[in-house]
């Protein structure tokens, strides 16, 4: 669950809807073609703008998809389990799924429910969010890849981001309707502060570091946003993704996915593995900045949502990510003679240069910042 739109780069997204009034909000969107989305009066249709390349493909009937991720329950005894078992779901997956967490399911229930709901609005009420200014901490927008020639195909979504926590100094610009979206968004962030701590404690033991080691290099200013995704059902899931193929930037995000609906898949061993949605679990995946402070152990691995003929799907991404200060690289304890360094260290505001430079990619940002051992 990428998102680029941590710090501002300087690119358009392009949003596509079926109001004339969502077509006046900015001159960016005037050439924009319709896509009949979410409040469209006419049928979903894969229009050329979200049409893949052949090579860009899902491939959704080969290979055959593994067994999913596997799955964590945090409140198994002892904990020296629970850490054991992440550090193996990081070295060979780069993703698990936790259970008995701590965070209310009705909480995350309520959570999802705005988000639908905001994402439902008809298209003038949406409108101000859109990402015409760079600039804006909130904002609507889709994602793209670049295909032959540099034209631009849309993803089969859309994304909403904002800051998760802290939120007194944003909370006014975040959406009034659904009326109740401040309210849980408040109360999820405060949640999810918890367990993200919690789990990057764990990590930090899996490495055999001190339990508060990560959380340190990360530095005292990490960036917290949240990223909704809204899928349509697609009339067509061969032609075009929800999310291209994609690492996260972050050190490590948390996943809620819709129960019910399929999507997430993740690469393993040049298959795909599809990340089955169950009752009350989040998703965790390890990002880019814990790849290389682990010196190469755990992995940001390439992952990607696919859409389906029949049902939307939603889910919502918290990320937590250094700030553009902060210098990143192996952490010292991790390197010895059989375990030389695998990366160079860098201020974390050269990697989202990178970062950007490769926008509209299946981006390879860390791999520039490989030592040659």
């Known amino acids: 669950m990428t998102f680029p739109d941590l710090y501002n780069p300087p690119f358009t997204f392009r949003v596509h809807h079926t109001c004339r009034e969502f077509h006046k909000k900015s001159s960016d969107f005037m050439d924009a073609q ?18 893949l390349p052949q090579d860009k493909r899902p491939n959704l009937n080969q290979p055959p998809l593994l067994s999913s991720v596997p799955v964590i329950d945090l ?49 003038q009420e949406k ?10 901490q909130v904002k609507l927008f889709n994602y793209y890849v670049k295909s032959d020639g540099q034209k631009k195909v849309s993803m ?19 959406p009034q309707n659904p ?15 918890v367990l993200m701590k919690r789990l990057l ?26 990223q909704g995704n809204y899928y349509p059902p697609c009339p067509d899931p061969e032609l075009t993704l929800g999310l291209n193929v994609h690492t996260d930037v972050s050190a490590l995000t948390i996943v809620r996915q819709l129960e019910g609906v399929t999507g997430l898949q993740v690469i393993k061993d040049g298959n795909w593995v ?18 290389v402070l682990s010196n190469g152990r755990f992995k940001s691995v390439h992952h990607r949502a696919v859409t389906n003929k029949t049902r939307k799907r939603v889910s919502i991404a918290t990320f937590y990510t250094p700030d553009k200060d902060t210098i990143i690289g192996p952490i010292r304890d991790l390197i010895d003679e059989q375990h030389p360094p695998l990366y160079w260290e860098y201020r974390f505001s050269e990697f989202l240069e990178e970062f950007f430079k490769q926008e509209g990619t299946r981006r390879m940002v860390k791999e520039t910042f490989e030592l040659k051992v």
């Open 274 to 291: 599809q990340v089955e949605p169950i009752p009350n679990a989040f998703v965790i995946n390890i990002g880019d900045q814990i790849q």
């Open 75 to 123: 409140m198994e005894e002892p904990c020296s389990l629970v850490v054991d078992k992440i550090s193996k779901a990081c070295e060979e997956y780069g993703f698990f799924q936790i259970i008995n967490h701590g965070v209310p399911h009705e909480l995350c229930d309520r959570m999802l429910a705005v988000l639908t709901a905001f994402f439902e609005l008809p298209p």
């Open 127 to 136: 409108a101000p969010f859109l990402a015409t200014d760079q600039t804006q």
């Open 179 to 193: 009326p109740q979206y401040r309210e849980v968004i408040v109360e999820y962030g405060k949640e999810i502060y």
């Open 156 to 174: 089969w979504s859309e994304c909403f981001a904002h800051p998760w926590h802290p939120l007194d100094d944003i909370l006014h610009l975040l």
């Open 201 to 226: 404690s764990l990590i930090s033991q899996g490495l055999g570091l001190e339990n508060d080691c990560l959380e340190t290099k990360i530095g005292e200013k990490p960036a917290f946003r949240a």
């Open 34 to 51: 319709t896509f009949h989305f979410v409040n469209g009066s006419s049928p979903l249709s894969v229009s050329p703008h979200h049409i």
